[in-house]
């Protein structure tokens, strides 16, 4: 079935720097991906999505490329601030948008010193 | 517009009891899903609810049941509670084959 393996936190970083974590995927067909973040306390926002191989997706300065060849879905920000110390969860659908069933990793949790 | 909302947010219940977690979707949707999400795990996919309808379900046994009504809003309902039932549940509602947005959670503890 499908799968989601994400590096496991927590990720520890001070303020302005880069964060990469790292996530891999395992499908059939042609999923969708998606990084959502979940801040203390909340359910879950979606941060960014991509629905097909080479595609880029971005917002509040995070970005993440679907790469079919090595089944990946890195997250990246080149300079964070504290605000965004929170659980990062990678995830899949298989299909376009994220209505259908979801199948999560297990979560990267990401602490951003001052 | 309110977004998806859950209630209660907070309960606990002992072993072998039934309890039922309530699910508002944003206004608009009409696709209700349902997660759990146990402490320092990713949610997993419990069921899906359209037009009325279990129209997906994950691995999880028959004790957890659902319901959704007529104005999209739903019900998860576990049976026999154990243990390790204790979780976060987190409902997400859609417009079928669309994003989805979750709510806050109810944090069940089964003692």
């Known amino acids: 079935g499908d799968s989601v393996t994400q590096m496991e936190g927590p990720v520890t970083l001070s303020e302005e720097a880069f964060l990469t974590i790292n996530c891999t995927y395992t499908?059939?067909?042609?999923?969708?991906l998606f990084w959502y973040v979940q801040y203390p306390g909340e359910g879950l926002q979606l941060l960014l999505k991509?629905?097909?191989?080479?595609d880029k997706g971005s917002n509040k300065g995070f970005e993440a490329t679907y790469r079919k060849e090595t089944t990946s879905f890195h997250l990246e920000k080149g300079s964070v601030q504290v605000s965004d110390s929170a659980v990062y969860f990678c995830?899949?659908?298989?299909?376009?948008?994220?209505?259908?069933?979801?199948?999560f990793g297990g979560g990267t949790r990401v602490l951003v010193k001052p | 517009d309110a977004g998806v909302t859950q209630s209660p947010t907070h309960l606990i219940k002992t072993r072998g009891q039934q309890v039922t977690l309530r699910c508002s979707p944003k206004?608009?949707?009409?696709?209700v899903s349902w997660y759990q999400q146990a402490l320092g795990q990713g949610p997993q996919f419990i069921f899906q609810y359209y037009e009325e309808e279990e129209r997906q379900r994950g691995n999880f046994p028959d004790r957890f049941s659902g319901h959704q009504f007529p104005n999209y809003s739903s019900e998860l309902n576990v049976n026999a509670l154990l243990l390790g039932d204790s979780a976060l549940y987190l409902c997400?509602?859609?417009?079928?084959?669309?994003?989805?947005?979750f709510g806050q959670g109810t944090r069940l503890t089964v003692v």
């Open positions: 499908a059939t067909g042609y999923p969708s």
């Open positions: 206004s608009g949707h009409d696709t």
């Open positions: 997400a509602s859609s417009l079928i084959s669309r994003e989805a947005f």
């Open positions: 995830a899949l659908s298989d299909h376009k948008a994220a209505g259908n069933k979801l199948t």
């Open positions: 991509a629905t097909k191989a080479d």
